[in-house]
């Protein structure tokens, strides 16, 4: 059984960093494509960032492009989103899910198998 948690949400100022983390157990992520989505009240869930671990591939939206930045810790197998120059727009709940079969690196939310809880990010201005 794959379950992945996410935590290192908050409250933060627009302007400020923050890293959120998805730490995966049942499986190693290497396996998998992780992807970061976020899903703002009255809004679809959309495509943050992912990464293909086997190919190095990752693939980031435009809207957080130069800003955010997955990285990994296979020891731990947690994957991290590091958040820079935030936005009152970056606003979200934010979901880390897990593609076992997937081509590439899917945008869709029901390309992914398995998905944490989701973490809350505020973003004043």
């Known amino acids: 059984q794959v379950q992945l948690v996410e935590s290192g949400g908050g409250l933060v100022q627009a302007g400020d960093s923050l890293t959120l983390s998805c730490a995966i157990s049942?499986?190693?992520?290497?396996?998998?494509?992780i992807g970061w989505f976020r899903q703002a009240p009255g809004k679809e869930r959309e495509f943050v960032g992912g990464?293909?671990?086997?190919?190095?591939?990752?693939s980031y939206a435009d809207s957080v492009k130069c800003r955010f930045t997955i990285s990994g810790n296979n020891a731990k197998n947690v994957v991290y989103l590091q958040m820079n120059s935030l936005k009152p727009e970056d606003t979200a709940v934010y979901y880390c899910g897990a593609a076992y079969r997937a081509w590439g690196i899917p945008q869709r939310p029901g390309s992914y198998d398995y998905w944490g809880q989701g973490t809350q990010v505020t973003v004043s201005s």
């Open positions: 990464v293909r671990w086997s190919v190095g591939m990752t």
């Open positions: 049942g499986r190693s992520f290497s396996g998998f494509v």
